[in-house]
């Protein structure tokens, strides 16, 4: 039997960590508007593959704040910037500490070795304006 899966309760809107941070506003706005045009493609497979990134990151056996840290780690490692501003942003609207997002990045540049180091500083950067 698949366990039960359940939309995350965030702590904090999108509005609300982008007027907290400019970083992320200017993130989530070019994200969005970019979306759009993707939106009008209408492209069956992307959509398929949007239902399944929307439903493998629902709270299940694991919380989503966890899998929001286990995609940080990954998203470091492979160096997308956007991908990591995503995760971030995600997981301090689930609640996630800046000490678990640190150790998180720990782990990115442990397995994806010193050419992490540049998208590292820039999660920084994101962590600092959310965190202080």
Known sequence: MSPERREPTYLYTER??????????QFLDTRARLNENVNKADNFLLNRFYNI???????????????????????AGLRCDDCIYYHVIQAYRLGANRAEQEESLNVAVVVGGSIVIPHLRRAYALLSELYG
């Open 16 to 25: 609300q960590v982008a007027d907290k941070s400019s970083l992320a506003r």
């Open 53 to 75: 990134d929307h439903n493998t990151y629902l709270d299940g056996e694991i919380p989503s704040k966890y899998k929001e840290l286990m995609g940080l780690v990954i998203s």
